[in-house]
């Protein structure tokens, strides 16, 4: 059985989910709540398997509540509401750790099954917001990559294909190897050998401290 909090502050969208969801085989809805505070004590209160959560909400917003929800209850699947793709929302949810989006609009079957999903470890992405992430991820790991200190970089001995540096860009950024399969579209397992290779030329296992030494190589 897996259990669902509900967090919107729209009363007819956060009943309208818990009818749908009620009635299906294996889902129980462990709470509903309006706003982001509430969210975070219920998800601690209930420990549900997966959090709907809205992005926009009274008090504390979705994105904010999601991190909290993550850094205490990291195992909680969260995957945020929206009837919209806007780039700053997306990028932010994925980086404070959030499993996915769904689209209020998606037909229930579609929920339902992105929730099973979600709870097989799939990062869920719609199209829509696939399109609009990889849009804006594109241009900021172009950017970011040129933080890199190619003078640095040839003084220790380094050498990062274009498809390591933006996979280097995004560890730095904090992001988790299965964040980054999602927003690169590569499969997590080829994103696991791209980081060990990166962990091989930097003469360490460790990521905490190969970030620290990518860290190093950013121009100052």
């Known amino acids: 059985m897996i259990s669902i909090l509900i967090a919107d502050d729209q009363r007819l969208l956060r009943e309208g989910l818990q009818t749908i969801l009620q009635a299906e085989d294996g889902l129980n809805i462990a709470g509903l709540c309006e706003n982001g505070l509430e969210a975070v004590r219920m998800a601690k209160e209930c420990r549900p398997d997966v959090v709907l959560m809205d992005i926009k909400m009274p008090l504390m917003d979705g994105i904010e509540a ?9 195992d909680t699947i969260v995957l945020m509401l929206t009837t919209f793709a806007e780039d700053r929302f997306i990028v932010d949810a994925m980086a404070g750790g959030a499993d996915g989006f769904l689209l209020k609009d998606m037909p229930s079957r579609i929920i339902v099954q992105t929730i099973h999903e979600a709870k097989n470890g799939n990062v869920i ?3 829509q917001v696939a399109s609009r992430l990889a849009a804006k991820l594109s241009v900021l790991s172009e950017e970011r990559a040129d933080t890199l ?3 640095k970089i040839k003084e220790r001995g380094y050498a990062f294909t274009e498809r390591e540096r933006r996979i280097i860009v995004l560890m ?3 992001y988790t190897n299965r964040q980054i399969s999602s927003m690169l579209f590569m499969s997590e397992g ?21 970030i620290s030494i990518l860290k190093g190589l950013l121009m100052e």
Do not use: F, W
Not at 66 to 74: A, F, S
């Open 172 to 174: 730095i950024e904090g």
């Open 125 to 127: 992405l719609p199209a």
């Open 190 to 210: 080829t994103v696991r050998n791209y980081v060990s290779v990166i962990y091989n030329k930097l003469g360490t296992s460790d990521r905490q401290n190969a």
């Open 66 to 74: 999601m991190k909290q929800i993550k850094r205490e209850l990291p």
């Open 149 to 151: 200190d190619e003078a």
